[in-house]
């Protein structure tokens, strides 16, 4: 059975918004873990629109199962991550315009960078993710590089307007996860999977673990975070 690790930014969107105390991101995380979530993911902005660097300092007190920080490859950010020691870092694209994360970060085009990322956090101890497309070059090279995990970027399958591009986002995916299991990468997967389209991934037992915040926060908002979470665990086990 994959892992599920649950990110908990929205919990934090909401608090942001009003400028409050509350929701508490830190009790979502306690909740997460009690109704069976094997780990915990927040990513920390450079324009801090969520998540805080206070939140990270408390999660990383409190949570039990495993702390999943993720972040830009920026010299700000190691030196946080450098402090705090997560379990695991994600590495991502960010740029401000964006509501969510769009893609995968392009390892191609800023290798070097990357590269000096991922030796800077392993010589730390900390185990290094990178979150790509579904793109073989980009796997082999995050091999190459070292990394010893990667999330592959499900939103274009999830988000796809029709059957035919579902099948064919979902083919890359499979390609992808097959590929970076042969490499012996542990491959993750998420971006826009929701309690609907976790469905399709029936039977692709290479996968190591499924990122989801979204739809599980959304969830919680009419069910509370232990139903949320339960329901999405559940799902998992009858992959």
Excluded: W
């Excluded at 059975?1 to 942001?16: G, I, S």
């Excluded at 490859?73 to 960010?94: F, N, Q, S, Y």
């Excluded at 064919?168 to 995916?173: G, H, V």
């Excluded at 299991?181 to 190591?208: Q, R, S």
């Amino acid at each position: 059975m994959a892992y599920l690790a649950v990110n908990v930014d929205h919990v934090a969107t909401l608090r942001e918004a009003r400028g409050a105390k509350y929701p508490e991101p830190v009790a979502a995380a306690i909740a997460a873990e009690t109704a069976g979530a094997d780990g915990i993911v927040v990513h920390l902005r450079g324009d801090r629109r969520h998540i805080q660097e206070r939140d990270v300092k408390l999660l990383r007190q409190i949570v039990k199962t495993k702390l999943i920080l993720e972040m830009a490859a920026t010299p700000e950010m190691l030196g946080i991550a450098l402090d705090i020691k997560p379990d695991v870092v994600t590495l991502v694209p960010e740029t401000r315009e964006e509501l969510t994360t769009e893609g995968g970060l392009d390892i191609i085009s800023h290798q070097d960078n990357i590269k000096n990322a991922v030796a800077t956090l392993k010589n730390n101890d900390i185990d290094v993710c990178i979150f790509i497309d579904p793109d073989f070059d980009q796997i082999k090279l995050a091999h190459r590089i070292n990394a010893d995990m990667i999330e592959i970027h499900t939103g274009a399958f999830c988000d796809a307007d029709s059957p035919q591009k579902k099948a064919a986002e979902f083919s890359r995916i499979v390609d992808a996860v097959k590929i970076g299991y042969k490499l012996k990468l542990l491959v993750n997967a998420g971006h826009g999977i929701c309690y609907n389209t976790i469905k399709a991934f029936k039977g692709l037992v290479e996968l190591n673990e499924f990122s989801i915040g979204h739809s599980i926060i959304s969830r919680a908002v009419m069910t509370g975070m232990d139903q949320a979470v339960k329901d999405m665990v559940q799902l998992i086990k009858e992959l």
